[in-house]
């Protein structure tokens, strides 16, 4: 079986609304308003261009402060400083180099791959950063190839580009409508929650 991560929210912390009440503490007092600020930065077409690479890491600085009317200067350490925010989620790093162990044995895995909405800018941060990201066979960064989940083109493309039968995927994902559009080209997918669920819905798949 060939196993599929996600990234963020699943090998690597992702909690924007911490930040938006870091950063903005004069606009966003509650969890509740940060939610409702990181939809609107996050959610927005905006932020999925500079997700799928079409859109430059200044423009949509640029575009967001004068969107939502936030200051200029404390947006653009936001959004530069997000690399440093993606912390590795150890339980997470920790399955991911038991799969990789066992792979190398031939013991259930065929291969490790992701498939990330993930700006180029950051993708690059986190290569240079995690030497766990080695047991990986391969992958796809959206923002390298102009697509993002859920788009059926990114998954085509992954499977495309690893003679990978669609069978033959489990593809895990913190979002359901992710998991959704894998299941429907026939990959097998786990709605991440945590590192012990996903052991424990993950293994009996290998057996």
Known sequence: MNIVFDFGAVLFTW???K????????RVATPQEAAKLSHQMFGHPDWHDFDRGVLEMDA?????????????????????GIGEHLIPIHETVALLQLLHARRQAGAGVAGLYYLSNMPGP??????????????F?????SGDVHRIKPEP??????????????????????????????????????????????QAQLLPLLA
């Open 19 to 26: 930040l938006l009440l870091q950063t903005f503490p004069e």
């Open 60 to 80: 949509v600085i640029a575009r967001t402060a004068g969107r939502l009317d936030l200051p200029f200067a404390a947006m653009g350490d936001l959004v530069r």
């Open 122 to 135: 950051y993708a690059r941060f986190l290569e240079g950063q995690h030497s766990f990201l080695q047991c």
């Open 153 to 198: 083109e990114i998954y085509a493309l992954l499977e495309s580009r690893y003679a990978l039968q669609p069978d033959q995927i489990v593809f895990i994902d913190d979002l359901k409508h992710n998991v959704e559009a894998a299941t429907e080209r026939g990959w097998q997918g786990i709605q991440f929650e945590s590192a012990a669920q996903l």
């Open 15 to 17: 909690q924007p609304g």
């Open 137 to 141: 066979d391969g992958g796809v960064f």
